[in-house]
């Protein structure tokens, strides 16, 4: 699975979209509806802070999410030409509740475990992985 579209913080069309796109593939992982729903959402923002924060609400930069599924994992790759994510990434621990922002982290930690980001070229590759089992019930 493969979307591509250009920012528009006006116009969130770009959110339905997404959504139409990811959704086949992350029914096949068998999810119950709440992991499903947690997952849409955490990629929806993901990809509006791209737009808030790497491109400052800027319309027309491209933006590309890529999504595969295999036997052990959900992954979606994010990437676009916005400025770098500080590091660290937060850690999707709850923030203070009068900090203006932090909170998306937490919903993108909470359907995603495991989170990579690097930038090579200009280009921000944020890895989102969600394991499709309990490691603890392989022992």
């Known amino acids: 699975m493969q979307v591509q579209f250009l920012s528009d913080h006006k116009d969130l069309g770009w959110q339905q979209t997404l959504e139409s796109e990811i959704a086949p593939l ?3 992982a068998g999810l119950d509806e709440l ?3 947690g997952i849409r959402v955490a990629l929806v923002e993901a990809v509006n802070n791209v737009i808030e924060h790497g491109y400052a609400n800027s319309n027309g930069k491209p933006l590309k999410l890529r999504g595969r599924k ?3 994992c959900l992954t ?4 676009d030409q916005g400025r770098p994510i500080p590091l660290p990434l937060p850690d999707g621990h709850p923030v203070d509740p009068m900090a203006g922002c932090g ?3 937490q919903i993108i930690r909470a359907a995603f475990p495991e989170v990579f980001y ?3 070229n200009g280009e921000n590759r944020l890895t989102l992985i969600r394991p499709l089992y309990d490691p603890r019930s392989a022992r």
Do not use: Q, T, Y
């Not at 979606?76 to 990437?79: A, H, I, P, Q, S």
């Open 26 to 28: 992350v029914r096949s």
């Open 35 to 37: 992991s499903e729903m």
């Open 70 to 72: 295999d036997h052990l």
């Open 76 to 79: 979606f790759e994010l990437r």
């Open 103 to 105: 909170r998306g982290w």
């Open 118 to 120: 690097d930038r090579h």
